[in-house]
């Protein structure tokens, strides 16, 4: 059973920044892909960013050239950085793990969630 344990989150000003961590139970990464999502309220959950196990990104349109999704395979962490931020970012912003299969990525196990809102 892997665990997720998200956090970083919080409120910032438009324009800000702020990095999110994830943190795995274990040395997950050569096995799983890591998927950063996110839910805003009375919308459904989307997907922010993708790390492969082969250490290859993709991200929503919404996030790129602000957003970046790395880790460190030492510390079985994963971040996003999270710069230029919006109003419209404030979400709960969740971390997944998963595996690539037949042209879809399926999550297994998602961490409980962090908070990050946007406003002045």
């Known amino acids: 059973q892997v665990q997720l344990v998200e956090s970083g989150g919080g409120l910032v000003q438009p324009g800000g920044s702020l990095r999110l961590s994830c943190a795995a139970s274990?040395?997950?990464?050569?096995?799983?892909?890591m998927g950063w999502y996110r839910q805003a309220p009375g919308k459904q959950r989307e997907l922010v960013a993708i790390?492969?196990?082969?250490?290859?990104?993709n991200y929503a349109d919404s996030a790129k050239g602000r957003f970046t999704i790395s880790r460190a395979i030492a510390k079985n962490t994963v971040y996003l950085q999270m710069n230029s931020l919006k109003p419209e970012d404030t979400a709960v912003y969740y971390c997944?793990?998963?595996?690539?299969?037949?042209?879809?990525?399926?999550?297994?196990?998602w961490g409980q969630g962090t908070q990050v809102t946007v406003s002045s």
């Open positions: 790390i492969s196990s082969g250490d290859s990104t």
């Open positions: 274990g040395s997950i990464f050569s096995i799983y892909a």
């Open positions: 997944s793990a998963g595996q690539y299969s037949n042209n879809y990525y399926d999550w297994k196990y």
